[in-house]
């Protein structure tokens, strides 16, 4: 039917490759377009095709409510394998879910569009119809193919080409992003990942050989690229897109069902992923929840076999917490106070430009971001004038009229911020506009450790500088505080950099740049200690959902070489067992 979306894969016919209508039992018109009504496979829903939109319909008593419009998505003719349908989001599919899943009594009652609230009339928890149906999915074994991960991973190339100017007008909505940042972080870096997945997952998926010993000789031994099962991800609002969406490919490479739960901090981008992403994705295999912070606490409720988790330490705990009830192992992204060391010796113009751009991208809010420098005071008086001049070559005389400058997310958010000035003497910038969510680039200089701005990460376009004497005064600060997401050490004698690389410890490191070690896909991404647990980024996101399995497969045959392993033990065959088992240090051998 024109208009209809069409349903490809395993989520249409139970066989890759395969697609179906929107045939159904009656003809109905939902605002004024004829379509064909069918029953969803969600207990209580009625989704209607028409060449309007796809309609999903709500029971209520005997009768159906509308429940919204999802405009089709894919263009008129068959669609590219690894579409899935076009799937319903919030309350009423979990509500809906559970329903199917065995839940009793009467029909659910219209929800809020944010996840099922606590009067709900199922006596299980909300969403384990949802879990259970993924889980149902990924034990049927569709998601290990190649092939299959492969057209997954390809329909996300799609959302990203085909959404990518929603995806612009969302975050400018949200927070005043920049285009040319939110297309760099939310669109480039998240197709480098997704292309450099591609590229390898063939060689990733296989199996890993290993060495044998002795006895093993005729053996195969090897790792299998297990996936660990249902996944959740739970993603922060600062970079809305790019902290669900790459680690999402690395779950799908590794094979595994996923559940995703963006921010509801940015309504707009959340509205936008909960409408359009499961209509790429195979929707019996991927989900998109939406939920506050009541509703996720209700989802954490449910056994998951992995949870990857970005925000902050506090919450980050919550999540352990509820993780440790299930032995459920996480993934926790959190961040912490990036120091940034500034040597006497080194290019003053081009440090104030590599970090001005590291701190004041998308408005401070980025947990990579240098959080605080430390100089000596001579240092500091050069840096001044240089920080002045590189924020008004970035964002002008006025930066609150740069289009390159971004917004603080939310009022409360504001708030927070805004108290930190009070911290040291406002050197640079110091402007707010409330209304606007407008915080000026700022600098503050003379800032003492017990300042407020040293009490927590600022996560904003405040820049707090600390005087000390010299780099190990600057080692003992930071080592002093618990172990940062990303150190930053400037200067032009490699010595100094790597000296604060040595003696340091934290989450990653660059020397004479801030943000730019993010880029590489070769290099882990993570905390350590109270800024994070678990790495991710390129082949290390595959890895963390894939479950490598340790396998020996013996011959029947052979069973003489066995028999000096087995009772009653002599002498004789415990010598035979150690010089066949045993692992000696290179350069030593055994006499037989």
């Known amino acids: 039917m024109p208009g209809c979306p069409q349903l490809r894969g395993a989520s249409a016919t139970g066989q890759g490759g395969g697609t179906s209508g929107c045939s159904g039992e009656a003809e109905i018109s939902v605002m004024g377009s004829q379509g064909r009504i069918r029953p969803s496979r969600y207990r209580g829903i009625l989704e209607i095709c028409s060449g309007k939109g796809h309609h999903v319909l709500r029971r209520t008593g005997s009768s159906y409510t509308q429940r919204g419009m999802y405009q089709s998505l894919e263009p008129s003719g068959l669609p590219p394998t690894g579409y899935g349908q076009c799937s319903v989001v919030g309350s009423d599919a979990v509500k809906a879910a559970s329903g199917s899943a065995g839940s009793t009594g009467g029909a659910d009652s219209a929800g809020s569009g944010k996840g099922p609230t606590s009067s709900s009339a199922s006596s299980e928890n909300p969403y384990a119809g949802l879990v259970s149906h993924l889980r149902a999915a990924w034990l049927s074994?569709?998601?290990?193919?190649?092939?299959?991960?492969?057209?997954?991973?390809?329909?996300?190339?799609?959302?990203?080409?085909?959404?990518?100017?929603?995806?612009?007008?969302?975050?400018?909505?949200?927070?005043?992003?920049?285009?040319?940042?939110?297309?760099?972080?939310?669109?480039?870096?998240?197709?480098?990942?997704?292309?450099?997945?591609?590229?390898?997952?063939?060689?990733?998926?296989?199996?890993?050989?290993?060495?044998?010993?002795?006895?093993?000789?005729?053996?195969?031994?090897?790792?299998?690229?297990?996936?660990?099962?249902?996944?959740?991800?739970?993603?922060?609002?600062?970079?809305?897109?790019?902290l669900f969406l790459v680690p999402l490919i690395g779950a799908i490479a590794a094979g595994n069902c996923v559940i995703i739960k963006p921010s509801e901090i940015t309504k707009n981008t959340e509205k936008l992923v909960a409408e359009t992403l499961t209509c790429y994705l195979d929707s019996d295999c991927f989900a998109v929840v939406t939920a506050g912070v009541e509703e996720t606490t209700q989802l954490l409720e449910n056994k998951f076999d992995y949870i990857f988790f970005t925000g902050s330490a506090t919450v980050g705990r919550i999540i352990m917490e509820a993780a440790a009830?299930?032995?459920?192992?996480?993934?926790?992204?959190?961040?912490?106070?990036?120091?940034?060391?500034?040597?006497?010796?080194?290019?003053?113009?081009?440090?104030?430009?590599?970090?001005?751009?590291?701190?004041?991208?998308?408005?401070?809010?980025?947990?990579?971001?240098?959080?605080?420098?430390?100089?000596?005071?001579?240092?500091?008086?050069?840096?001044?004038?240089?920080?002045?001049?590189?924020?008004?070559?970035?964002?002008?005389?006025?930066?609150?009229?740069?289009?390159?400058?971004?917004?603080?997310?939310?009022?409360?958010?504001?708030?927070?911020?805004?108290?930190?000035?009070?911290?040291?003497?406002?050197?640079?910038?110091?402007?707010?506009?409330?209304?606007?969510?407008?915080?000026?680039?700022?600098?503050?200089?003379?800032?003492?450790?017990?300042?407020?701005?040293?009490?927590?990460?600022?996560?904003?376009?405040?820049?707090?500088?600390?005087?000390?004497?010299?780099?190990?005064?600057?080692?003992?600060?930071?080592?002093?505080?618990?172990?940062?997401?990303?150190?930053?050490?400037?200067?032009?004698?490699?010595?100094?950099?790597?000296?604060?690389l040595e003696r340091t410890s934290s989450g990653g490191f660059c020397g004479n740049d801030t943000l730019m070690h993010v880029t590489l896909s070769s290099l882990p991404f993570g905390g350590i200690g109270n800024s994070g647990l678990g790495k991710y980024h390129g082949k290390f996101t595959f890895d963390i959902f894939t479950h490598q399995r340790g396998c020996l497969h013996r011959s029947m045959g052979l069973e003489t070489l066995n028999s000096v392993r087995y009772p009653p033990y002599t002498p004789q065959k415990q010598g035979l067992m150690t010089a066949t088992l045993e692992i000696k240090r290179k350069g030593m051998c055994t006499l037989l």
């Open 141 to 242: 074994g569709k998601t290990r193919p190649l092939e299959y991960r492969t057209a997954q991973l390809e329909a996300l190339g799609r959302f990203l080409d085909e959404k990518k100017q929603e995806i612009l007008e969302a975050t400018a909505l949200d927070m005043g992003k920049p285009s040319t940042e939110a297309y760099f972080t939310e669109i480039l870096l998240c197709k480098n990942e997704l292309n450099n997945t591609l590229n390898n997952l063939c060689r990733w998926m296989k199996d890993e050989h290993v060495d044998k010993n002795l006895v093993t000789q005729l053996d195969s031994a090897f790792i299998r690229k297990d996936p660990y099962g249902v996944v959740l991800i739970i993603a922060p609002w600062n970079y809305p897109i790019h």
């Open 325 to 500: 009830k299930h032995l459920t192992p996480v993934t926790l992204e959190l961040g912490g106070k990036n120091p940034c060391y500034v040597s006497d010796t080194c290019d003053v113009q081009n440090v104030a430009r590599r970090v001005a751009w590291g701190r004041f991208f998308n408005a401070g809010q980025t947990c990579l971001a240098p959080d605080y420098l430390l100089c000596t005071l001579e240092m500091q008086e050069k840096l001044m004038p240089a920080l002045r001049a590189a924020i008004v070559e970035f964002f002008g005389s006025n930066p609150k009229e740069s289009p390159d400058f971004g917004r603080i997310v939310g009022d409360k958010q504001f708030r927070r911020i805004q108290a930190l000035l009070r911290s040291g003497r406002v050197a640079i910038g110091g402007q707010t506009d409330e209304k606007e969510r407008y915080i000026a680039p700022t600098v503050l200089a003379d800032v003492l450790p017990s300042d407020p701005a040293m009490q927590e990460e600022i996560f904003g376009p405040i820049l707090p500088i600390v005087v000390v004497a010299n780099m190990d005064e600057a080692i003992d600060f930071i080592n002093a505080r618990p172990q940062p997401l990303a150190i930053y050490a400037f200067s032009c004698d490699c010595k100094v950099v790597n000296q604060v």
